[in-house]
T-cell receptor
């Protein structure tokens, strides 16, 4: 079974709809991240959470919100979807290690979202 | 702010040949990490190799190696004996250890031809 799972894998929605992307992990990691991938732009950080009570904005948080329901679950919401939010969305996790050392990020399989 | 630049949107190589993908970055930090990720058509993000900035020795993982030039802020990936399965998008990424946040380049699409 995959350590980091994302649901749904693919989603088509309409402008103005509220949509939630879910991420679950069985790695026991405290840190979780949401990234967005657009063609020609690479991956950009939307939100990140270092533990259940810690939520931080990333580079491109406008139009998005998140919820850390438990250590293992981190959800990304689009309150009112718009076409330029069409993208591939990745969740990632990492250990709650010492900041002076490297903590590898493990990525989920991605969710392809299309907003019509 | 840190930035990562990949100036080659697309590259191609024949099977069994060697190819080098370029990456430059900008930072004022002295301690950081650099990575190459592979994204095949399955779209899964796969860590290929990483380099700690405090290490002078270039990292190597089987057919994958890097040329890390700290002063020039350059971090290229060399793939030797290219295989059809190496066909993918490759992303260069930077991480400052105090943030744990990855900053990605725009990617290089590599096609390996038989």
């Amino acid at each position: 079974d995959a350590d980091v799972t994302q649901t749904p894998r693919n989603r088509i929605t309409k402008t103005g709809k509220r949509i939630m992307l879910e991420c679950s992990q069985t790695k026991g990691h405290d840190r979780m991240y949401w990234y967005r991938q657009d063609p020609g732009l690479g991956l950009r950080l939307i939100y990140y959470s270092f533990d259940v009570k810690d939520i931080n904005k990333g580079e491109i948080s406008d139009g998005y919100s998140v919820s850390r329901q438990a250590q293992a679950k981190f959800s990304l919401s689009l309150e009112s979807a718009i076409p330029n939010q069409t993208a591939l969305y990745f969740c990632a996790t990492s250990e709650n290690g010492d900041f002076s050392s490297y903590n590898e990020q493990f990525f989920g399989p991605g969710t392809r979202l299309t907003v019509l | 702010a840190q930035t990562v630049t990949q100036s080659q949107p697309e590259m191609s190589v024949q099977e069994a040949e060697t190819v080098t993908l370029s990456c430059t970055y900008d930072t004022s930090e002295n301690n950081y990490y650099l990575f190459w990720y592979k994204q095949p058509p399955s779209r899964q993000m796969i860590l290929v190799i990483r380099q700690e900035a405090y290490k002078q020795q270039n990292a190597t993982e089987n057919r994958f190696s890097v040329n890390f030039q700290k002063a020039a802020k350059s971090f290229s990936l060399k793939i030797s004996d290219s295989q059809l399965g190496d066909t993918a998008m490759y992303f260069c990424a930077f991480m400052h250890p105090n943030t744990d946040k990855l900053i990605f380049g725009t990617g290089t699409r590599l096609q390996v031809f038989p």
